[in-house]
């Protein structure tokens, strides 16, 4: 059961505390804001064997643009994990259990769900509307988001639009235009079939979608331009090596956490880069913060990330990273 919208928030720790009386804590910064609420089991299986439960928190970027961020919680082995950070097909299983029509509808891997109930599921494809960046190679290429839903493509893109779903924040921003006619221009060995009956092959024929389209140039999201993302500088220690240019070393990299997150992450080794896990001193806001944007699509932010890292090395800093 969902928590009550007159409830009082709270933060990640106190809202886990309350609906389980265990006390579980996370590294992130965003966990301490009291804007956390419950949505419930999800039913959908952790690697410890018990179940995640599902938390959620509404947040704005500098822009003010609202996104929705939502973590999975195992309570067994005491871990917090954003969702995004779950591998594709248990993010879909849980996507799908946040979007069910029914809210005690059972999780979508309940096996004794029969034949005839199982959802058939359509792929849409639409374009958004967001401001263009002088850093990016092509500002110009359309925007697309690229999703699944088990309402037809058109009724899904209105109800995003609408704000009707979880995670509408970015859309309901930046509208989505239709664009099933590019969706149904694609070679049919790319596009597949209209409707998928399991979601295994659906979240396959979306990857391979989305590699055509993106090979083709187009810049494309999975996740309804609801990731963040930022383009960081960490200065570096000298032990780094012989400095080439005159400045200091730093590493350049991109994240859909904050700055201040992935550096954690770095530190702890976790997902990380060798040269800031043995070298990274601090951020460098200073060579970020004023004038490198924050992004909605991964390959925005790999393209300013680049660029970035090339203008750093112009301008005589010894650089890692930048890839």
């Known amino acids: ?27 992130y910064s965003r966990y301490k804001a009291k804007k956390w609420g419950w949505i419930g089991n999800s039913g959908v299986r952790t690697p410890s064997g018990g179940a995640y439960e599902v938390f959620v928190a509404e947040f704005h970027d500098k822009f003010d643009t609202p996104y929705t961020f939502v973590v999975v919680v195992d309570l067994i082995a005491g871990r917090i994990t954003p969702l995004e ?3 594709d097909d248990t993010q879909e299983r849980i996507r799908a259990w946040i979007d069910r029509p029914d809210p005690d509808s059972p999780p979508p891997n309940t096996p004794t769900v029969p034949k005839k109930a199982k959802p058939f599921y359509s792929i849409w494809l639409g374009e958004v509307d967001v401001p263009q960046h002088p850093m990016l190679p092509n500002p110009t290429m359309p925007r697309l988001l690229l999703g699944s839903s088990k309402d037809e493509p058109l009724t899904r893109i209105s109800q995003l639009n609408a704000g009707e779903v979880d995670g509408s924040g970015f859309v309901e921003r930046h509208p989505i235009t239709p664009r099933l006619d590019l969706l149904e221009g694609l070679p049919k060995s790319v596009r597949g079939q209209p409707r998928y009956s399991k979601m295994t092959p659906m979240q396959a024929r979306k990857a391979k979608i989305r590699d055509h389209l993106r090979d083709k140039g187009f810049i494309v ?22 400095r080439v240019g005159p400045h200091r070393w730093v590493y350049v990299g991109q994240t859909r956490k904050t700055p201040e997150e992935r550096l954690q992450d770095h530190k702890a080794g976790r997902n990380a880069s060798k040269w800031v896990t043995k070298y990274g001193e601090r951020l460098n806001y200073r060579l970020f913060a004023p004038e490198v944007p924050q ?17 750093l090395r112009r301008r005589g800093f010894n650089v890692k990273g930048g890839h």
């Open 1 to 27: 059961m969902a928590t009550s919208s007159t409830e009082p928030k709270r933060s990640l720790p106190e809202e886990i505390r309350r609906i389980s009386g265990q006390s579980v804590k996370g590294p």
């Open 85 to 87: 950070d779950l591998d």
């Open 221 to 242: 999201d999975l996740n309804n331009g609801n990731n963040v993302f930022t383009v960081y500088v960490v200065n570096l220690s000298d032990d780094v090596g012989p």
């Open 295 to 311: 992004v909605r699509f991964v390959q925005e932010a790999e393209a300013i990330e680049k660029r970035l890292a090339e203008d």
